[in-house]
């Protein structure tokens, strides 16, 4: 402990005392002798030898700044009171959903010291699912649930839009008093209450004055109700707002995008971000009676054929020489990524911007599937079929992602459309649900669960019977031969999530553990009875959670 200096201020007679050695000595240096030791950094004061007891003379310095500092605070200011929270109209949780929640947000299980992760549900990954059902049924959060709730939301980016949805103006109003909850009033407009959107007044007003999440939160409701009365909003602050504002706001067209807006994102062509101007000619893509849409085909017309000079049928491509000032303005990048050819990266813009119906028109009105069956000269294939899946995707068709998928048992490599997961994924988007349930089931059944991780994420929760069947089935047959459930710890995470809950009691036999085969890895039984044993838990403390919630 320090030291007291005598007569850190001298006597009250008014007499000077002697000045301390070190008292000129900033405090950053003081520290510093401390860390280092006085024995290799001695204090001393400018110009002067080091004091003999070096330790004493160091503490003694430290006392007489610290009263110094302390001598020389000033009350702080208040602050200004902060208004009160707004009102939530929502009802509030049933007592049940609200301990449900407190539970969930308040777990921190960690793995066990070999790794296992044992049988008990893991509760931080149900968090979203709760989250969202709770939105679904329109209940507000509890106040004393609204930190630890933040809190959550904070530490995981997958939590905040249903996470701010269900704190609603309440919890917006509490992270604007907490800079580490700050993530709330820029990142998300989930939370917020927009105004009615038939009051001109409030909307031009919150437009003007309001938060970047308001403002994209009303942009959105208006958008929604009056899709005309939106991009009207958004004209008059366009030209001043930031970059990465503009094309948020861009985004929003996507909702009742029309004829109507072909205008302003033809101007958007122009913009000073690139990035705008990319969004602009993707969403005029999304236009097929939009000049740029005709500009594309037509382009793309060009280089994209029928060729009759053979035995058959087939499509003849010669691609683009050269990337002109119209292409540059109408969205096409003319640099390509490293490993990319120019000319076949020019094409695949062209191509995916051009509206599909063009290409069953241009080859005498074959429908998708046969077009997509056509041979293609001089190994242009993947990347015709690889622009064509992008514009399937882009343009929202069915038709023409069930044609580049094919058929779901069929091998990849040999049928025509993407060859990667990723992009079957994309393609399935598009599906009707059921339909999507359907093709993802059976490629589980003709492959296997290796590549169908990617697959399972864009199927609607919970899954259908056909595709919950084939899941379980597939993990069953993986458990049989004998490998360790890790390999399938995705899966089976999404399985704990994505299942019916119904299916909890016809799933109760997997959870015993199998004897151990010849040739199955040693204790792989062990762990897939728990793993079956934590899927059958999670799925029933599901069905508890939905019915607390309804």
């Not at 201020?9 to 000045?19: D, N």
């Not at 399937?392 to 094919?406: F, I």
């Not at 393609?427 to 649900?433: F, K, M, N, S, T």
């Not at 999670?538 to 607390?548: H, I, Q, V």
Request: hydrophobic share 45%; proline share 10%.
């Amino acid at each position: 402990m320090p030291r007291a200096t005598t007569h850190p201020t001298g006597p009250a007679t008014g007499s000077a005392a002697p000045a301390h050695p070190l008292a000129a000595l900033p405090w950053e240096e003081l520290v510093t002798s401390a860390l280092l030791g006085t024995d290799r950094r001695p204090p001393a004061p400018r110009g002067g030898p080091a004091p003999a007891d070096g330790p004493g003379a160091l503490l003694d310095a430290a006392a007489l700044h610290t009263l110094r500092r302390r001598a020389g605070l000033r009350p702080a200011v208040p602050g200004a009171r902060p208004g009160p929270a707004p009102h939530d109209p929502r009802p509030p949780l049933p007592e049940a959903a609200r301990q449900r929640l407190a539970q969930l947000l308040a777990d921190r299980a960690a793995p066990t010291a070999s790794g296992r992760r044992g049988a008990a549900p893991d509760l931080t990954e149900l968090i979203p699912q709760w989250l969202a059902t709770a939105n679904r049924q329109g209940f507000r959060a509890p106040a004393a649930l609204l930190p630890p709730l933040l809190d959550a939301a904070r530490a995981r980016t997958d939590l905040r839009p249903q996470a701010l949805a269900f704190a609603g103006p309440r919890g917006l109003w509490l992270a604007a008093l907490n800079p580490e909850w700050k993530f709330a009033l820029r990142g998300s407009a989930g939370g917020v209450l927009v105004p009615d959107t038939g009051d001109p007044e409030a909307v031009r007003r919150l437009w003007e004055e309001g938060l970047f999440a308001e403002r994209i939160a009303l942009l959105d409701a208006v958008r929604v109700q009056d899709p005309a009365a939106a991009l009207a909003l958004l004209t008059t602050t366009w030209s001043t707002e930031r970059a990465e504002d503009r094309l948020m706001f861009l985004d929003s067209l996507r909702t009742g995008l029309g004829a109507r807006d072909e205008e302003f994102l033809e101007q958007a062509l122009s913009d000073r971000s690139r990035n705008v101007r990319a969004t602009a000619a993707e969403l005029l893509s999304a236009l097929p009676s939009s000049a740029f849409a005709g500009r594309m085909a037509a382009r793309a017309a060009s280089c994209v054929n029928p060729d009759r000079t053979g035995a058959g049928a087939s499509i003849a491509v010669e691609a683009p020489h050269e990337c002109d000032a119209g292409m540059q303005r109408d969205g096409v990048v003319p640099v390509p990524p490293t490993g990319r050819g120019e000319r076949s990266w020019w094409l695949g813009q062209l191509v995916e911007a051009t509206p599909l119906g063009v290409w069953q028109e241009r080859f005498g009105g074959r429908p998708a599937a046969e077009i997509v069956a056509l041979p293609v000269a001089d190994d242009w294939a993947g990347e015709l079929h690889a622009a064509w899946c992008r514009a399937a995707v882009r343009q929202r068709d069915p038709q023409w992602a069930r044609a580049l998928l094919g058929v779901a048992s069929a091998p990849p490599a040999g049928a025509p459309g993407p060859a990667s997961i990723a992009e079957r994924s994309k393609l399935l988007a598009v599906l009707p649900e059921a339909e999507r349930a359907d093709w993802v089931a059976a490629f589980i059944a003709a492959h296997g669960l290796s590549e169908a991780f990617q697959l399972l994420g864009v199927c609607t929760v919970p899954w259908t019977g056909p595709l919950g069947r084939a899941v379980v089935d597939a993990l069953d047959i993986a458990r049989d031969g004998g490998s360790y459930p890790w390999s399938f710890s995705g899966v089976m995470g999404l399985a704990e999530r994505c299942l019916d809950p119904a299916e909890a009691d016809r799933l109760e036999v997997l959870t015993a553990a199998p004897d151990e085969r010849e040739g199955a890895s040693p204790g792989a039984g062990g762990y897939w009875s728990e793993a079956f044993q934590r899927l059958v838990s999670t799925l029933r403390l599901r069905a508890a959670m939905e019915a607390e919630l309804t």
